[in-house]
Every structure is written in structure tokens, then in C-alpha cells.
């Protein structure tokens, strides 16, 4: 069974290799400082005791003022995964680095993320939406996606098969 580190215990390991990376910690979780993010990834990728090299998770959360995004990262030879966080404060423009250059798999992880909550990746090799189209109006996984102006449900009626429909007339037989 993998073994999961503790908040205090993924801290320990990223302020050991970066010192001042960790803005935070809970029980579960680290939070890192964004501008130390990309080099504390890679320090505990590269690092032998660390062997963080996998990110098997990737996503984005919502909190009305301010937007997290969540990594968890594996090691196999050492059986554990840590959880890790960074904050992105501000709704309309949130961002926080791209962690492509250390792990590959986070491209249509963090293309997601942008997708679907606006969180911008800066640095990312190609950011675009992957699930809607571009131009689509909002961000339909953001709290407020319902009570954004212009409607009840922006770009809903570009769905196929989902515009209003008027119901046709029931005949009434007599």
C-alpha cells in the first residue's frame, strides 16, 4: 500500500532541498510558494531521497477568492505520494507557473485546468482548451459560471441539441 506523506513530512522535504519554498502546511498538505514551484518539483524529482517522479494528479479548486491547484506526486521505488498545493489569488486572471519543464504529464493536465476554471500556466509550451472550443464565454467549473452576465448558462445554446426547444402543440383527442 502506498504510503502517504504527511503535510509537515512533504514540507520537510521541500524546504530541505529549496530552502523558502513552503508558504504553508496542513495535516495532508504542503503549500509552495508559485515562484518556487517549477525548482522545488524538479529538486524533489532529481533528489534520491525525495523520488517524487510522478504526477498522478493534477487539478484546479475553486474557493470564490482565490483558485488552488492541487499536485500529487508519486514515487515508485519508494512507495509514497505527497500532496502538494499552490494558490492563485485573484478571479480574473489567476496563474501560477507551468510544471511541464519537470513533469511532462502535467501539458493536457494544466490544459484542463485552464479549460475549465480560466487558471493560466505560465511558461506552458501550448496553452489551449481541450474540452470546449475557443471563445467559448466562461469557465464553466468556477462557482460563479451560473451568475455570470449574460444569462443563466452562457454558451449553453451552442451545444448541439441542447438550444431551447419549443415543445410541439399536444392534440387533444376528444
Known amino acids: 500500500m502506498t504510503r502517504e506523506l504527511t503535510g509537515p513530512e512533504a514540507a520537510a522535504l521541500a524546504e530541505a ?3 523558502g519554498s513552503v508558504d504553508r502546511t496542513t495535516a495532508t498538505a504542503c503549500y509552495l510558494k508559485p515562484e518556487r514551484l517549477v525548482d522545488t518539483f524538479r529538486a524533489l524529482r532529481d533528489d534520491p531521497g525525495a523520488n517524487l517522479v510522478h504526477l498522478t494528479n493534477l487539478c484546479g479548486v475553486d474557493y470564490w477568492d482565490h483558485f488552488e491547484v492541487v499536485y500529487h506526486i508519486q514515487s515508485f521505488e519508494k512507495n509514497h505520494i505527497a500532496l502538494f498545493k499552490v494558490e492563485a489569488w485573484g478571479r480574473e486572471n489567476p496563474e501560477v507557473p507551468s510544471v511541464t519543464p519537470v513533469f511532462h504529464g502535467a501539458w493536457m493536465q494544466e ?3 485552464y479549460d475549465l476554471l480560466g487558471i493560466r500556466f505560465t511558461g506552458h509550451p501550448n ?3 481541450i474540452l ?3 471563445g467559448y464565454p466562461g469557465w464553466p467549473l468556477r462557482k460563479d459560471f451560473l ?3 449574460g444569462g443563466l448558462q452562457p454558451g449553453l445554446g451552442e451545444f448541439a441539441g441542447v438550444a431551447r426547444r419549443q415543445e410541439p402543440p399536444v392534440k387533444v383527442i376528444e
Open 127 to 129: 496553452l489551449y482548451r
Open 17 to 19: 532541498l529549496v530552502p
Open 132 to 134: 470546449l472550443w475557443e
Open 111 to 113: 490544459c484542463e485546468a
Open 147 to 149: 451568475s455570470m452576465p
